[in-house]
Nanobody, 120 residues
Framework: QVQLVESGGGLVQAGGSLRLSCAASGSTDNINVMGWYRQAPGKQRELVATISLGGKTNYADSVKGRFTISRDNAKNTVYLQMNSLKLEDTAVYYC??????????????WGQGTQVTVSS
């Protein structure tokens, strides 16, 4: 099993920055892709960014150029640097990880979420 714990959320003004962290524990040697998702009130959970073991990144169009995802495999931690924050970025942000291709059935893990609130 893998446990994911997010930290770094909080209240920031529009245009400000915030850095989220997600630390994995447990069977961390089975972790493949890691990422961040978010869910705003009344909306479905959406992809923010993902990063592979080798460092290949993927971003939602809404955050491209403003957010940067990174990971430290030795620390089993993934980060999300959030710059130029907008009001629409307000959401609960969830850390995510999946298992390596040879792990069957495929495993998907989620953190408990951390609140990010952007004020005007």
């Amino acid at each position: 099993q893998v446990q994911l714990v997010e930290s770094g959320g909080g209240l920031v003004q529009a245009g400000g920055s915030l850095r989220l962290s997600c630390a994995a524990s447990g069977s961390t040697d089975n972790i493949n892709v890691m990422g961040w998702y978010r869910q705003a009130p009344g909306k479905q959970r959406e992809l923010v960014a993902t990063i592979s073991l080798g460092g290949k990144t993927n971003y939602a169009d809404s955050v491209k150029g403003r957010f940067t995802i990174s990971r430290d495999n030795a620390k089993n931690t993934v980060y999300l640097q959030m710059n130029s924050l907008k009001l629409e970025d307000t959401a609960v942000y969830y850390c995510n990880a999946d298992s390596l291709p040879w792990v069957v059935p495929k495993r998907i893990y989620w953190g408990q979420g951390t609140q990010v609130t952007v004020s005007s």
